[in-house]
């Protein structure tokens, strides 16, 4: 069963019961992204593509008392549970991502969350494999910087026809230390529903019945954050970001890789891999 308590424990939380302010949030936060992987590892969605109509207890026990972590589905809809019941005033959003796009054809796919704290909006999420922000972002036009990485929110035009009272599509872009500027996910701040997701859960689950991958590792997406930085696997592509600086390198070696998967499942690598 879902408990509040039990949830802040899991985590890391050690101070006296979390007040809903911003630095809590921030603190919550990041130790939630510590603690808990991104965790899609050659399983596909494991669970048969239940995006709208999740079994929160299950989900609870298995991704966050046993760690085995989820997708935004599974981490992002139970924090936005934990902070719900935090007195937080939070609400889903939706994001398209380039690979959503090319695999699902859809808009709304990636889910994660906005949070209103003395009438600033912030975007909060702890379901996205990375590489992206360890902190909250403040909904403003100011380039934010986290960890050697920067962060903005660049506004366009809403499309000809349709409800703009959201105020257009948002790309929210990031940049390393040497890095170009490239976009991590486009939204709008439009409050969702859980049953938004219908539509991709339906694709995907034909997606899921037919891809047939010949090799086994192109199906891994994992990633784990540390306190400076992330490390993201994607079939055999291995990223570390540390402090802005990012090293990437292509996994050849099958008992290489196994142990990569393992390491970022369970927040145990090799310190030779985040160097």
Known sequence: MFDVDAYLRRIGWTGPAPRPDLDTLRTLHKQHLMT??????????A?????????????FRTGIMEGLGGT???????????????GYEVSPLAASTAEGREN????????????????EEWLVDVGYPGPSYLEPLRVSDEVQTQYGCQYRLVRGRGTDGEDDRDGGEIALQR???????????????????????KD????????????????????VLCGRTF???????????FLVVRDGRERVRTVVDDEEHRRLVAAVLTGDPDPADLA
């Open 227 to 237: 306190h400076n930085g992330q490390a993201v696997l994607k079939g055999r592509r």
């Open 175 to 197: 940049r390393g230390r040497v890095t170009r500027w490239g976009t991590v996910y486009t939204f709008r701040l439009r409050a969702r529903q859980w049953h938004d997701w």
């Open 47 to 59: 669970d048969g593509v239940h995006l709208v109509d999740v079994d929160e207890d299950e989900v």
């Open 104 to 119: 699902f054809g859809t808009e709304i796919e990636h889910m994660f969350i906005r949070a209103v704290l003395d009438g």
């Open 200 to 219: 991709l859960e339906d694709r995907a689950r034909a997606h899921h019945a037919t891809a047939r991958a010949a090799d086994d590792s192109q199906g």
């Open 36 to 45: 808990l992987p991104y965790n899609i590892a050659g399983q596909g969605f």
């Open 72 to 86: 935004c589905f599974q981490l992002n809809r139970l924090f936005h549970r934990l902070l719900s019941e935090l």
